[in-house]
């Protein structure tokens, strides 16, 4: 950013109440729109029986179902990109109350669809339509939080600021996993297919719909006002405008992407998968490992967004890359022949992924206020809907070769992580740039 920027934002005001009421509805109506977009996931297996035919073959059912899963990614960077577009024009909050109502509806009517016996082939045609409504409403989600959050924060407490959303969204990933494990125990399989798979998706609806109504209460952030009051909006597609004068910031923004992608889609999604496919741990104690995980990456967010904070983002990179590198070898390593250390190192592996917390603040410092919205969403969700999808395909070739793979690849990121981290705090960290 420019010195005129640096120099003329504000660095000195504190967390206010009102600051902390909009990053604490900003981080609950993430947490439930995230679980919106993952209770799919856990409930894959019955719906796929549900909604196609009794006759298909199972892994024709199971490819259909998880493709389903799937497109709701691939809508993610079409939607973030026209979100985003009027994010930058008509106003953050618009956008922000439109992405998780776009979540929310979808859910309820997951929960209220017509099986394929009722409606035959009408039945996964229906569930593929809402499944991409609510990709292209986390692909605007995601982006426009952090950066709604961040142009709301004081400047000295932007990492905070970003830190908490995301930990707010990976909170979200819990919740239905909690949910999901509550649901199995509570009901038998016979009622399971009946009607309690439909219980998260209203669960999940309903508490959309009540995000929506909160999210009521949260103003339009200054700097866009500010924006919209010195007339300082984009005269241009925004996107357009992202493409030709900032690719440096695109391209660090869709390399940070990658990093966050690996730490998130290996360590706390693959991992479970593979610690019972490859290593023969019980499914329950590998749930078990991975909620203790995933309440490791919560906190970490929050440390390393203080960390940023406080010393810079280089340092915390340099140091948090270190950290995960350490801690991820650690723990695929000691799979073989240390059984008994995979719940604390996993733990511990999960809150070294937290150093991803961090990441948010630099991407939103890396774009000028007009075009923000649009830069941000455009890197991430390209760069996410690539290497989300790559990476398990990169990881099973890794396996195909060594048992320790996926330490091979996260290590790789976290390489990669450290010598961004290292750039950034040689160049020191820019100011969010204000309106204008």
Not at 97 to 116: K, R
């Amino acid at each position: 950013m420019s010195a005129e920027h640096s120099s003329s934002a504000p660095v000195a005001r504190p967390l206010t109440r009102s600051d902390l009421k909009t990053l604490s509805l900003s981080a609950l109506g993430g947490a439930l729109e995230f679980y919106d977009f993952i209770i799919f996931v856990f409930f894959a297996t019955v719906v796929g029986k549900l909604f196609f035919p009794a006759e298909m073959p199972d892994w024709l059912r199971q490819l259909q179902t998880f493709g389903i899963f799937a497109a709701g990614y691939l809508a993610r960077p079409l939607g973030g990109i026209v979100m985003a577009h009027f994010g930058d024009l008509l106003g953050r909050k618009r956008m922000f109350t439109l992405s998780i109502f776009m979540m929310a509806v979808p859910t309820l009517c997951m929960g209220l669809l017509p099986t394929y016996t009722q409606i035959g082939v009408w039945a996964p045609l229906a569930l593929l339509t809402l499944r991409v409504v609510q990709g292209a409403a986390i692909g605007g989600e995601v982006p426009g939080a952090w950066v709604f959050v961040a142009e709301h924060a004081p400047q000295r407490h932007i990492g905070f600021a970003c830190s908490t959303l995301t930990a707010g969204l990976t909170a979200g990933i819990l919740l239905g996993s909690l949910t999901a494990n509550a649901i199995n125990r509570a009901f038998s399989a016979e009622e399971l297919t009946d009607w309690a798979w439909r219980i998260p998706f209203l669960i999940g609806g309903a508490f959309g719909l009540v995000s929506v109504y909160l999210r009521r209460w949260l103003h339009e952030t200054p700097v866009f006002a500010e924006l919209q009051l010195r007339q300082s909006l984009a005269a241009e597609l925004p996107l357009k405008a992202v493409v030709r004068e900032h690719r440096p910031a695109v391209l660090l923004s869709m390399l940070l992407t990658w990093v966050l992608s690996a730490g998130i889609v290996v360590i706390i999604l693959m991992t479970p998968t593979l610690l019972q496919t490859l290593h023969g741990f019980a499914a329950e104690e590998a749930l078990r490992a991975n909620g203790l995980a995933i309440l490791g990456l919560t906190l970490g967010c929050v440390l390393a967004g203080l960390a940023a904070d406080r010393f810079g983002a280089g340092p915390t990179f340099v140091c948090g890359g270190l950290l995960l590198l350490a801690s991820s070898s650690m723990f695929y390593a000691s799979l073989a022949g240390h059984r008994d250390l995979m719940l604390p190192l996993y733990a511990l592996a999960g809150l070294c992924v937290g150093s991803i917390g961090a990441i948010p603040m630099v991407m939103v410092k890396a774009f000028p206020a007009a075009v923000r919205f649009s830069g941000l969403s455009f890197s991430y969700n390209l760069a996410y809907a690539i290497c989300g999808g790559l990476t398990p395909i990169l990881v099973s070739l890794l396996l195909k070769w060594s048992p320790l793979g996926p330490a091979y690849y996260v290590g790789a990121l976290c390489l990669l992580f450290i010598l961004i981290g290292a750039g950034l705090w040689r160049r020191g960290a820019p100011a969010l740039a204000p309106a204008g």
